[in-house]
């Protein structure tokens, strides 16, 4: 067995006495009074009084020795119905030097980029900053494939979405060019990336999934008609 290297307090062996005493008087008295008659800590004292199968009377917990809230204990510090505080209305200001330290109106993180700036977003494309707007990234960043067909063609019409030619898909800035781009339906950009492109097989295993969840579903839904 390993020592505590002091980190414990001693062992206490305890002796019949001690257990008589505890039986006695562990139910209706304070732990901390009988600890320190005898001579032990409050821990000591709770494991040898759970180890003897010893618990508080039920008069002890409804005394004031306790501790315990009954219903009465400190009932002249609590709140009455339609109390006010004492700062109702008011707005907390800090006091020193905070003050200096403060965010201004209008400030902007030290991250903040510049407008013109550009960096690669989540799925690698290429994107631009264009403002500072608040709200949706998307308000201050655009793929810059995106923005160089509206340059040519004007804002994107409603349903369609900017992709690259397939096999084209760069994000190198001089090599995003029109050539490389198109401007598709959202329709057609789903069937182009549906499960039919990663050969029948999966296909196959796809549609026999969707086959078995509709008729789980269907018996499901006769059991509960």
Not at 81 to 107: C, D, I, L, M, Q
Not at 123 to 143: E, H, V
Request: glycine content about 10%; aromatic content about 8%.
């Amino acid at each position: 067995m390993t020592r505590s290297r002091n980190i414990l307090p001693p062992r206490h062996r305890w002796t019949p006495a001690e257990d008589a005493i505890l039986r006695a008087r562990y139910p209706d008295e304070l732990s901390a009074t009988l600890a320190a008659e005898l001579g032990v800590s409050i821990s000591q004292l709770y494991g040898r009084a759970y180890s003897l199968g010893l618990r508080k009377s039920a008069a002890f917990h409804a005394s004031d020795l306790s501790g315990q809230f009954t219903g009465h204990h400190g009932a002249g510090t609590r709140f009455k119905p339609g109390h006010a505080t004492w700062n109702k209305g008011t707005h907390y200001v800090a006091g020193g030097r905070s003050a200096e330290t403060r965010f201004k109106p209008g400030n902007a993180p030290h991250t903040t980029r510049p407008v013109g700036s550009y960096r690669l977003d989540k799925s690698g494309n290429l994107q631009r900053k264009i403002g500072n707007a608040r709200g949706n990234n998307s308000q201050r960043w655009r793929g810059v494939h995106e923005l160089v067909w509206i340059e040519a063609n004007g804002p994107v019409p409603d349903g369609h979405i900017v992709v690259f030619k397939k096999g084209m898909r760069t994000n190198r800035l001089e090599e995003i060019t029109l050539d490389r781009i198109e401007c598709i339906t959202l329709a057609e950009n789903m069937r182009r990336n549906s499960f039919r492109n990663y050969g029948p097989e999966v296909a196959h295993v796809v549609q026999l999934r969707g086959a078995i969840t509709r008729q789980i579903n269907k018996r499901e839904g006769n059991k509960t008609a």
